[in-house]
């Protein structure tokens, strides 16, 4: 009998994950998100207490509440507002310039005949 691990170790994509826990989800939400929603689900794996200690039917039924919840964070919400990752925690998805700066810079760049 193939265990849950080595199951789980043949899926690569959102949609398999998904589909082997057998929640339903629209596609659009699912093409935008997918790295996402596995990230995030990695996440609430990590900050579970307990899992290693449940038999493989139980640990099936945690992980699929923790998936079905890292999807419908996605779709109550965008991966701006959500911060998966790292792009989005610092910079917020936003960078901006001071203009002195760039003032300064074209000065520097006239002056050196660029």
Do not use: W
């Not at 170790?9 to 998100?33: C, H, K, M, T």
């Amino acid at each position: 009998m193939i265990s849950l691990t080595q199951r789980l170790q043949s899926l690569s994509s959102a949609e398999d994950f998904l589909r082997f826990f057998g929640i339903a989800y629209e596609e659009r939400v699912v093409q935008v998100n997918r790295l996402h929603i596995l990230k995030r689900f990695h996440q609430y794996l990590n900050a579970t207490p307990g899992l290693a200690g449940l038999d493989e039917l139980e640990t099936f039924r945690r992980y699929r509440e923790l998936l079905t919840q890292a999807y419908a964070d996605f779709v109550a919400s965008s991966a701006q507002r959500e911060k998966v990752f790292k792009v989005f925690q610092d910079a917020e998805g936003v960078r901006a310039v001071p203009l002195a700066s760039l003032r300064q810079s074209l000065a520097e760049r006239r002056r050196a005949g660029v």
